[in-house]
């Protein structure tokens, strides 16, 4: 995965479909998703924002729109997002080969589109921990029937590593680092740790 290659959608992360998230704690998925949606910013990915029926359903999270506060999410009808072509037209106009799709809820607004995209010849790659579902079964099945189309499952911390892929590339590497201080829980704390010891002056011997 290269972030040259790269196209990320982000499906429904939007109150209404909170309200019935089990798959996961909600507050796991919004950090994945907030980690996710900064990683795209830093390594210049093409990222599309959709919801679905938003006046009902509510606006896509604060968190997200916060990292692109220019960009009005795509407002559908289609429980598939694939079928729009307010969307589909932009991914195709992109010419980037790997589709990068989180949302709610996997079983639904992830599968469908990314199983007609494979179909297309798209590589695509669900983030699993951007995502959730009704139930941890219904999100496990889902990954599972998206596996057998050929979808491969990733976690945020991967896409933004593989993005990154090599520390010496200094002009994101900062960011990336950043990135994994504010997001990425025990190893960004252990992370700030080593940064606070390499900058703590040593005693001189008596």
Not at 96 to 116: D, F, N, S
Not at 139 to 154: K, L, N, Q, S
């Amino acid at each position: 995965m290269t972030p040259e290659n790269s196209i990320l959608v982000l499906i429904d992360h939007q109150p209404f479909q909170f309200t019935n998230l089990n798959s996961h704690e909600p507050t796991m998925v919004i950090n994945a998703v907030t980690g996710l949606s900064k990683a795209a910013k830093i390594f210049n990915v093409p990222t599309i924002l959709t919801t679905v029926i938003e006046e009902r359903g509510g606006l896509i999270i604060k968190q997200i729109q916060e990292v692109f506060p220019e960009q009005k999410p795509i407002n559908r009808t289609f429980i598939n997002t694939w079928q729009d072509p307010a969307v589909t037209d932009i991914v195709a106009a992109s010419g980037r080969k790997q589709l990068i799709i989180a949302g709610l809820w996997t079983e639904v607004c992830v599968a469908m589109p990314a199983i007609q995209a494979a179909g297309e010849g798209y590589d695509v790659f669900v983030v699993t921990d951007a995502s959730g579902s009704v139930s941890k079964e219904a999100h496990d099945m889902a990954v599972r029937r998206m596996e057998a189309h050929g979808i491969t499952p990733i976690n945020w911390l991967a896409v933004a590593s593989e993005w990154q892929r090599d520390w010496a590339r200094t002009e994101t590497a900062g960011q990336a680092a950043g990135l994994m201080m504010e997001h990425a829980g025990a190893s960004g704390v252990a992370y700030a740790w080593e940064l606070q010891l390499l900058a703590t002056p040593v005693p001189a011997a008596q």
